[in-house]
């Protein structure tokens, strides 16, 4: 049902409207394992997009240029009720194309196609939910917020707690970098628990691309309020009004006499050891819990994929062979965690559409049910996948955060079978089978 909400994408529709229809099967159940739903609402439309631009004789990216969402026309509402604020669809695009040089990557393509080689480039435009609301999540039986708690400790190093688990995508990173920042310490200074149940503040977890807009926002807020605290501290030792309390360099310092100041380190010394020197509206320790959620239903993310790929119709053999992604999930945290995010996405999309299926014999029995015969795609396999930013902030929380952990898997099958389909479009190449499988891709050929 989900998918259905989600078909519309990033495209301005004038009409639609979906059916439901529910079997019962005695198949294993399964799904999609990253951007579920999403993924195959991507498929879908952008499918269509290419199956539009064959039958009216024009480019693939022409069409959609045409159709996309407009970053002039934000806010903008789908037909199916999605409301994107900060969306560059058709700027993230037009920056792809000019990425992939796609006047020269044509006449490439072409020219190789008189020598026998085809070349085929697929697009796949995506929008990637990240955060819930609670306004969202409490149709999933949940709220949409999370927390983080951070303790300045004596020694001054800060410890950090979060109800979001590490699961491979590099949260404890962020948070820590998060906190050095607003700090002004050494990264190396902040140690972080994550996902501990029985000493994490309450939250609702990892997932939908939620850590970063979440987390990383928690994070700063609750920094933000132990630096303010720190501030009072430090202005009730200068005799100074907090307000003109600046910290910079492990010091605060009076503004206008920044000879009268006093360290960091003895600061957190006061807050532990000697609060009695306190006004007695400041408390002791440095302890702080945040709660965040954005404000918007759902922080939207956004991104312009293309694949090139080269298929030997002898064999039905697929290779892709290059990958490329302009991606906007708002500010950056860590540029690394973000493309290792992207590129490992990209990858597992490609091994959906290419290598990935549960198959069934006729008696019933499930025939790839190890990694013996069900593929993944390896190192040798993957594509070289180049990715650049446009970042837009987005509007609905403090850090402009948009969230990137699924985008990679749900563009991907889409681009992928696009250029499939592209590379062989001389030969009548229509495909209807899913994954392209050399047999597939060659039962596509004799149809």
């Known amino acids: 049902m989900f998918t259905s909400v989600l078909l519309p994408g990033p495209y301005k529709l004038k009409a639609y409207s979906s059916e439901h229809i529910a079997v019962y099967t005695n198949k294993g159940p399964y799904g999609a394992v990253r951007g579920p739903a999403l993924l ?31 970053s002039d026309e934000m806010p903008f509402t789908t037909l199916s009720g999605q409301v994107y604020n900060a969306a560059t669809f058709d700027e993230c695009l037009r920056k792809l194309l000019k990425l992939i040089d796609y ?49 300045i400790e004596p020694s001054g190093k ?21 906190v050095a920042d607003k700090l002004q310490i050494p990264v190396e200074d902040v140690t972080v628990l994550s996902g501990d149940t029985l000493s994490s503040p309450y939250g609702v977890g990892s997932h939908s691309s939620r850590g970063g807009i979440i987390g990383g926002n928690a994070a700063a807020i609750a920094a933000e309020r132990l630096l303010n605290k720190m501030r009072r501290i430090a202005a009730s030792v200068l005799e100074a009004d907090p307000r003109d309390v600046e910290y910079s360099g492990g010091r605060f310092y009076v503004r206008d006499d920044p000879s009268k100041a006093v360290s960091r380190e003895e600061v957190v010394k006061i807050a532990y050891v000697t609060p009695n020197k306190l006004p007695r509206e400041i408390e002791p320790a440095l302890e702080e819990v945040c709660y965040f959620e954005p404000s918007s239903p759902i922080t939207w ?14 064999t039905g ?44 014999g006729d008696d019933g029995i499930l ?22 930013y446009h970042p837009t902030p987005a509007p609905d929380n403090p850090g402009g955060y948009k969230g990137v952990g699924e985008g990679g898997t749900i563009a991907a099958p889409a681009a992928v079978a696009n250029a499939v389909e ?22 596509g050929l004799k149809r």
Not at 158 to 178: E, H, N
Not at 324 to 348: A, F, K, L, M
Not at 367 to 388: G, I, M, R
Not at 424 to 443: C, E, K, Q, V
Request: proline letters at 4%.
């Open 422 to 443: 592209d590379a062989l479009a001389d030969m009548g190449l229509s495909l209807t089978d899913a994954p392209l499988t050399p047999f597939n891709i060659w039962l």
């Open 301 to 314: 993310a956004n991104a312009a994929h293309a694949a090139i790929v080269e298929v030997d119709p002898e």
């Open 103 to 151: 006047e020269r990557l044509k006449a490439e393509r072409r020219e190789k196609r008189d020598k026998g080689v085809h070349i085929g480039v697929g697009f796949s435009i995506l929008a990637e939910y990240g955060a819930f609301s609670s306004a969202v999540n409490a149709l999933f039986g949940m709220g949409g917020f999370d927390s983080v708690k951070i303790s």
């Open 367 to 388: 025939k790839t049910s190890s990694l013996a015969e069900y593929l993944l795609p390896s190192a040798v396999e993957a594509p070289p996948v180049t990715v650049q």
């Open 317 to 360: 053999e697929a290779k892709v062979v290059k990958y490329y992604v302009v991606e906007d999930c708002g500010n950056v945290i860590n540029p690394s965690i973000v493309e290792g995010q992207i590129v490992g996405g990209v990858v597992q999309g490609i091994g959906h559409i290419l290598y990935e299926d549960l198959t069934y």
């Open 40 to 70: 195959q609402a991507n498929y879908i439309i952008e499918r269509v997009m290419d199956i539009v631009a064959r039958e009216l004789g024009l480019d693939p990216a022409e069409v959609r240029l045409k159709n996309l969402v407009k």
């Open 158 to 178: 800060v410890s950090i707690s979060s109800g979001l688990p590490d699961i491979g995508q590099g949260i404890s990173t962020a948070l820590a970098q998060v």
